[in-house]
């Protein structure tokens, strides 16, 4: 399996592509105003509390108060309080924790006004970026993430990935690491840690330290509200969160970033450090790698797979509703029954990609093609399961129920990534139309779907626009020609001035339409 991280620089942003096998899984983009990234960490003051919502709403300097439940401030609240308070007046120079006396954790069950009052000044993370109406989702229980390990703050516990399966290495991983973890510090220790040695857990750990340093210093002369302590920049997280043996290339046309991404990886992987290249070709970096066209035909209403099949996604406030469609798909099945288990197969493969894709977060309805036996909906429900296991979103997914729904729950912590492939109608009728770029792709669906159907033997007339007629016929190998090599069937294009740029239709050679 090969893995490519593909990094696109403009003046306002930075856009990566994660492929798998030239597929592409993930995109993100990082833009220059994005001042409330998961992550970050804030001086902010508490607005009010809310006896109500058992909850305060906290400035951090967004255009909306951040939202702070009562159980999102950490057991070690008091002590963290006491902190910030000495930290802030300077009567605390050693930001160790070594030496600090902890205060009395706070009740799980107690209450707000309890705990803290209007106008105090308080550590928070973001958990959830800004998302519609509302302003971002905060916690005051700190966590710094590093490559291996993720260290907490005010806490002493240690605690192992459950994606870690070995009973063993899970002992092991939690000795190690409780034999070097500072005094005053939790930790968790990170699934890429498997198989690691005490002194890369332990770099990786004084790192941290040097991070919590450094933003403990500045406490002191921050203003309410400021950013102390900022997450990696999105190339720098990406490479952390997803980074493995398995990549092989990465690619970025910026040299600047290109610098700063070589540096990082000979940091965390020095033996990796010759697959970042520098990307400088006369040709965008997404077109060279095939970006764009994914982007087109994955993003929008729906979703095309194989042989006909697709999904229609449509999204609402409340959750997203994905409907799975076999279209014109035809294969050797025997019954309707193995039909619908291959579509739904294919689907929940292309459905895993698209949460993924699209950072879809929240509840997911899936409406699967019905299956009458158990064991086929067990079969898909696993299936669906394995393609999510390389989601680093927390999800849950619970089986099929009669009606053929599966019910999705991924964890949203930032706005969906949501681009928009309709374009203007060429024509110029002022209406938006699907993009052009897959128009071949349409073509292609067609063609196999006739060469599959009743009509295969007779000859194929394609009538199209001359613009069209000359892209698919110039050039060596043409589509025209990879046609002929991969069906044995030779298709006659006949350019017609009357159609439209989009327009197209399957004849026969005596002129009729072929369905």
């Known amino acids: 399996m090969n893995r490519e991280l593909i990094v696109r620089s403009s003046s306002d942003a930075v856009d990566f592509a994660l492929l798998k096998d030239g597929k592409l899984v993930e995109l993100h983009k990082e833009e220059d105003n994005n001042s409330f990234s998961v992550g970050d960490v804030f001086l902010a003051k508490i607005r009010k509390p809310v006896t109500g919502l058992n909850a305060a709403f906290v400035n951090v300097g967004y255009e909306k108060d951040a939202f702070l439940h009562y159980h999102d401030l950490g057991p070690q609240l008091s002590s963290m309080l006491k902190f910030i308070k000495q930290a802030r007046t300077g009567k605390l120079r050693d930001f160790s924790l070594k030496d600090f006396p902890f205060e009395k954790d706070i009740d799980k069950n107690g209450s707000i006004n309890e705990v803290i009052k209007a106008n105090q000044s308080l550590l928070v993370q973001i958990v959830k970026e800004p998302i519609s109406t509302k302003g971002p989702r905060i916690s005051s229980e700190l966590s710094i993430a590093g490559r291996y390990l993720v260290m907490v703050p005010f806490s002493d516990r240690v605690s192992v990935s459950q994606k870690i399966e070995s009973n063993e290495e899970k002992s092991r991983l939690k000795r190690l690491v409780t034999s070097i973890k500072p005094k005053g510090f939790g930790v968790i220790i990170r699934t890429v840690a498997e198989g690691k040695k005490v002194a890369e857990l332990d770099k990786d750990l004084q790192n941290l330290l040097d991070k919590w340093t450094a933003m403990c210093k500045t406490l002191h002369r921050a203003e309410h509200p400021s950013k102390v302590l900022v997450e990696l920049n999105r190339a720098s997280s990406i490479l952390r969160d997803v980074f493995n043996d398995s990549f092989t290339g990465i690619h970025v046309d910026d040299e600047a970033l290109y610098e700063n991404i070589k540096d990082y990886v000979h940091e965390i992987a020095p033996q990796k450090e010759s697959i970042v290249k520098h990307y400088n070709a006369p040709a965008p970096i997404f077109e060279k790698y095939g970006i764009e066209r994914q982007i087109k035909t994955s993003f929008g209403r729906t979703a095309t797979m194989s042989k ?13 509703v994905i409907d799975v469609n076999s279209g014109n798909r035809s294969n050797k099945a025997k019954n309707q029954e193995d039909t619908a288990l291959e579509v739904n197969m294919l689907a929940a493969s292309e459905i895993a990609r698209q949460l993924r894709l699209r950072d879809m977060g929240g509840i997911i309805v899936v409406d699967f093609i019905d299956m009458v036996r158990g064991d086929h909906r067990k079969k898909l429900f696993d ?34 990534m949501n681009i928009k492939t309709s374009e203007e109608n060429p024509n110029g009728s002022g209406q938006e139309v699907e993009a052009p770029i ?32 000359a892209y698919l016929t110039k050039g060596t190998p043409s589509i025209r020609q990879k046609w002929f090599l991969e069906h044995k069937k030779w298709v006659k294009v006949q350019p017609r001035d009357a159609y439209t740029y989009l327009e197209y239709r399957f004849k026969d050679k005596d002129g009729k339409t072929l369905k």
């Not at 006909?308 to 997203?320: F, S």
């Not at 997914?397 to 999705?408: E, M």
């Open 308 to 320: 006909g099949a697709y999904l229609v996604i449509e999204h609402t406030e409340a959750l997203h």
């Open 383 to 416: 299936h669906l399961r394995d393609e999510m296991k390389d989601d680093r979103a927390k999800h849950k997914i619970l089986p099929p129920s009669k009606f053929g729904l599966v019910q999705i729950t991924r964890q949203r912590v930032r706005p969906e």
């Open 438 to 469: 897959v128009l071949i792709d349409k073509i292609n669906f067609d063609l196999e779907r006739i060469l599959k159907g009743p009509n295969k033997k007779k000859s194929i007339v394609l009538n199209i626009h001359p613009f069209i007629a």
